[in-house]
């Protein structure tokens, strides 16, 4: 038994993991600009960029690869699934509203990471993917740093939440595409 191997999806789930996960980066280095200091703009962009990247390769591993995705298959796991991803996006919305309303709506960078980060414990026993334990560890570190850090200082929460959550997930997609050639093979042999 490989731990590491054990710890990321292989196959076609590897592929789709990393779509997922290097989209959600691009788009946390891209909201990471809204409100950054002109310094910082550069870093995020080539953060935006490398999330693309992981998202595209994805897309490639996810096309070769064999086999099924239990969450698209299995109906039981889809329903877990979407019940998970439906409370995720009820509480990220309610919250935002919430924030906007009350004018606090700089928080509202904090909330949606928070709520991110969380929903990845109760996601990763649906998709059988323990790697999103200690990447929902990661990203709500990133939301209480932002929470610390905006209410000490005059940085915006979002320049914080941004390249905390998105360097977590291009993190994290990089190393499950490093990772599928440990694991179970992803491509069928070419038959000659």
Known sequence: MNLIAD????????????????????????????????????PF??????G????????????RSTGRLAAASDPAVRRRYGITVGVEFGLIGVGAAVLGAAGLARW????????????????SPVLANPSLRPLGALITAA??????VGLASTAAPST???????LCLLAFGVATLLNRSRGQPTVEPART
């Open 7 to 42: 710890f990321f999806p292989t196959g076609r789930a590897c592929g789709v993991t990393a779509v997922v996960e290097g989209f959600f980066a691009f788009v946390w280095f891209g909201w990471g600009q809204a409100a950054a200091p002109s310094w910082l703009v550069v």
């Open 45 to 50: 962009a080539v953060g935006t960029g490398l």
């Open 52 to 63: 693309a990247v992981v998202a595209v390769l994805g897309v490639l591993v996810a096309a």
């Open 108 to 123: 509202i960078p904090v909330w949606v990471c928070v709520v991110v980060g969380v929903h990845f414990f109760s996601l």
């Open 143 to 148: 939301a209480v740093a932002a929470l610390v």
């Open 160 to 166: 914080i939440t941004g390249p905390g959550a998105g």
